[in-house]
């Protein structure tokens, strides 16, 4: 528990000591696919409804005011989770409710703005980054040490405060400044920190059955795994979207 606490941000609100000790109900493999296999349905479910809703129409679903409170919704739902394990089951839907209408949504913005199958082109970049990272580290020639979570962690703050700036400068009409290529630099080192997350995620899960912790902490991780994967598509779909603009 010291582990997921000192290096992996998502994990760092569980109270010591709550992952560990052996179980009636045992976390598994199989338990923990079906966890995440029902919670991609509904991210994907929800994100199709939005996604098609603005490539029809033009208009996001539930509004504008929905498309903002939609990430902050999802965001505290991650926060209730990680904090209150019992409670993960439900606010994990909530979050691939609300997280699908916000994917969903700029889904069909890049779409409708790029064109060219780029939705489609960065989920199939998603699988296959996420099935590259899954060999990766079952084959064990990537080890997940307590120094490559460190570095790890490190990369995600300075990315957090290199995003936090860029956030900055667009609201006081700078962002444009700035070149394609360097956009291109900042997006590629995101995709690559969002993918090395996935080892993090591998080895949480790993850890968390061969530890014969209770099933509820399933969703926690399950959960963890999914923000890491949302994370990696609306990058890969940034990066492919700014490729194209330097192709044009």
């Known amino acids: ?8 941000p998502m994990m760092g609100r569980m109270h010591p000591g709550a992952v560990g000790g052996y179980s009636d109900y045992p ?3 199989g338990t923990f696919s079906l966890k995440m296999i029902l919670l991609t349905a509904v991210l994907f479910g929800f994100a199709g409804f939005s996604f098609f809703t603005f490539i029809n129409t033009g208009n996001f679903t539930g509004g504008i005011v929905t498309l903002i409170a939609a990430p902050i919704v999802a965001l505290i739902s991650v926060i209730v989770a990680m904090r209150n394990p019992s409670l993960a089951p439900y606010f994990a839907f909530i ?4 997280q699908g209408i916000f994917m969903g949504a700029i889904s069909g913005v890049y779409e ?11 989920l199939l970049a998603t699988l296959g980054v996420f ?3 899954g060999f990766l580290y079952a084959s064990g020639l990537v080890k997940v040490t307590s120094k490559f979570r460190r570095v790890m962690y490190t990369l995600l703050v300075g990315l957090l405060i290199t995003s936090l700036i860029l956030v900055v400068l667009s609201l006081f009409g700078a962002l444009g400044g700035l070149s394609l290529g360097f956009l291109l630099l900042i997006s590629a080192v995101s995709s690559v920190v969002a993918s090395l997350y996935l080892l993090i995620d591998f080895d949480n899960i790993a850890t968390l059955i061969k530890s014969g912790a209770d099933r509820q902490y399933e969703w926690v991780f399950a959960l963890s795994l999914m923000v ?3 994370w990696l598509y609306i990058e890969l779909l940034r990066l492919i979207a700014i490729l194209s603009r330097r192709r044009n």
């Open 131 to 133: 099935v590259a990272m």
């Open 95 to 98: 979050y691939a409710m609300t």
């Open 112 to 122: 409708m703005s790029f064109g060219d199958g780029i939705v489609s082109t960065a």
């Open 1 to 8: 528990m010291r582990m997921f606490r000192s290096t992996n």
């Open 27 to 29: 976390a598994t493999m």
């Open 228 to 230: 890491t994967l949302v």
